[in-house]
């Protein structure tokens, strides 16, 4: 329970952190194409008799950069380069998860989330993403947010956009592989997007969006723990079900101020 409760917290600090930048550059859907095409590392991870975090990490930082590339070499709109990889990815992987025989529990896991799961090596790997990313974005946030609001003059200003935009890939596609053993391969994109989304409600302001969607990821884990041992839920569902909740209460709220302002 406390390798669950610190995994949570660093996995809700971590996707209040990336969540910021995937909502406002419109990555949501990069994000959840990375996690479903996850399916295929887990697959493999149990059909090599491998831990599927060390099938997941590879397979992940690889699909998401050949994915960014394909986007960028291609006259096709992101969306529709998205949908296609991430229909032949999910086929591949509901392929090999049709050889996998006997004993299904790894995959069922990965699948769905099980937060109780995590071991030392997956929170030594959630902190070290959390550590690199904080580092690169924090350092670098004021071309971030330029490269964010308006990709043509943070070129013109001479910023590395094509350089930054494979690293964020690569630190988004490391946090999809960490986060998926405690919320699973099809709830992961809702960790990512709903905490900055709410955030988003509450504030227009960048540094405040950027701190409230951290603090709501890291708090939201922490419930949904409590609500999954309480009612005996599955973890990732229970924390993704919280975050739900809690955006709805915001949108209400931000509602009422409007309408009584």
């Known amino acids: 329970m406390q390798r669950a409760i610190a995994?949570?917290?660093?996995?809700?600090?971590?996707?209040?952190?990336?969540?910021?930048?995937?909502?406002?550059?419109q990555l949501s859907f990069f994000s959840h194409a990375v996690g479903?095409?996850?399916?295929?590392?887990?697959?493999?991870?149990?059909?090599?008799?491998?831990?599927?975090?060390?099938?997941?990490l590879p397979f992940t930082l690889v699909f998401g950069v050949v994915v960014l590339y394909l986007i960028d070499r291609t006259d096709l709109a992101s969306d529709n380069v998205l949908s296609i990889v991430l229909s032949g990815a999910l086929a591949i992987g509901v392929i090999l998860t049709s050889l996998i025989k006997g004993y299904r529990g790894n995959l069922?896991?990965?699948?769905?989330?099980?937060?109780?799961?995590?071991?030392?090596?997956?929170?030594?790997?959630?902190?070290?993403?959390?550590?690199?990313?904080?580092?690169?974005?924090l350092s670098t946030l004021r071309q971030q947010i330029l490269l964010t609001l308006n990709p043509a003059v943070a070129q013109v200003q001479?910023?590395?956009?094509?350089?930054?935009?494979?690293?964020?890939?690569?630190?988004?596609?490391?946090?999809?592989?960490?986060?998926?053993?405690?919320?699973g391969v099809l709830l992961v994109n809702a960790f990512l997007v709903i905490p900055a989304s709410s955030a988003k409600l509450l504030s227009h302001h960048f540094i405040r969006f950027l701190w409230l969607s951290v603090v709501i990821g890291a708090i939201s884990s922490i419930a949904g723990m409590i609500v999954s041992g309480?009612?005996?839920?599955?973890?990732?569902?229970?924390?993704?079900?919280v975050q739900f909740?809690?955006?709805?209460?915001?949108?209400?709220?931000?509602?009422?101020?409007?309408?009584?302002a």
């Open 36 to 56: 479903h095409a996850a399916l295929v590392g887990v697959a493999l991870g149990v059909l090599l008799h491998l831990d599927p975090t060390w099938m997941l």
């Open 230 to 241: 309480l009612f005996n839920f599955a973890s990732g569902p229970s924390i993704v079900l």
């Open 158 to 183: 001479g910023i590395p956009v094509g350089l930054y935009r494979y690293i964020f890939v690569v630190l988004l596609s490391l946090t999809v592989a960490v986060a998926i053993k405690a919320i």
């Open 7 to 25: 995994g949570g917290v660093l996995m809700g600090l971590l996707g209040g952190l990336l969540g910021c930048f995937v909502t406002l550059r």
């Open 108 to 137: 069922m896991a990965v699948l769905f989330g099980d937060i109780l799961a995590i071991d030392a090596t997956d929170l030594i790997l959630t902190l070290i993403v959390l550590v690199v990313s904080g580092v690169f974005l």
């Open 245 to 260: 909740v809690l955006f709805l209460l915001i949108f209400g709220w931000s509602k009422l101020l409007v309408k009584f």
